[in-house]
């Protein structure tokens, strides 16, 4: 006779699938809506309950798989979930700022220990990014105060001055140069019309 574990499976699905309380179809539930996958879920069931969980099993619990068989009562509990979820973004560590950083310096402790150069330097470039001085000089990226103004930075009637100044310079440039032209005779006069 061949042993169990190589005999054709002759009993139901359900006969080989984890026993689940409600609260451990909760937690599935939950986790995901909050877009853990299957294999987290999985992992997770084991080291939490000792249960051995299929990817099969967990999607049963997952209203966007077309194998679900969770009913009414597990839908509205994940897209109550899904919505939280989306509502609070904050609430996710690797939102924040000061988290990315903590763990971008936990990374370059460990490459640095393993002496791994290359990647403490890409490390480090991400580190700058998310600062938001993006590998730049603070010193030799600001602008100097004393130069001009852009047009977008001025009023209306500072760029009307501004244009009427402008005006006036080549006018005046461009009578001088014929003053100029005259005194060498370069230009003819012209005759009125009447």
Excluded at 33 to 49: G, K, V
Excluded at 88 to 110: C, F, M, T, W
Aim: hydrophobic share 35%; glycine share 6%.
């Amino acid at each position: 006779m061949l042993p169990s574990a190589c005999r054709p499976f002759t009993g139901s699905v359900s006969a080989i699938m984890a026993h689940l309380t409600e609260y451990q179809k909760l937690k599935i539930v939950q986790a995901l809506a909050s877009f853990q996958p299957p294999t987290d879920i999985i992992e997770q069931f084991r080291s939490d309950y000792g249960i051995e969980l299929t990817h099969k099993q967990v999607g049963r619990y997952d209203p966007t798989r077309s194998y679900y068989e969770g009913g009414d009562k597990w839908r509205q509990v994940f897209q109550a979930c899904r919505v939280k979820c989306f509502e609070n973004v904050s609430a996710i560590p690797v939102a924040h700022k000061a988290y990315r950083l903590n763990v971008l310096q936990e990374g370059v402790d460990a490459a640095k220990q393993a002496r791994n150069w290359p990647l403490v330097i890409q490390l480090l470039k991400q580190a700058a990014k998310e600062v938001g001085t993006v590998l730049t000089n603070n010193e030799s990226v600001r602008a100097d105060d004393t130069a001009k103004r852009r047009d977008h930075d001025t009023t209306p009637e500072e760029r009307r001055a501004t244009i009427n100044d402008l005006m006036r310079q080549a006018v005046e440039g461009l009578q001088d140069k014929a003053a100029a032209g005259t005194e060498h005779g370069q230009y003819e006069t012209r005759q009125q019309l009447p």
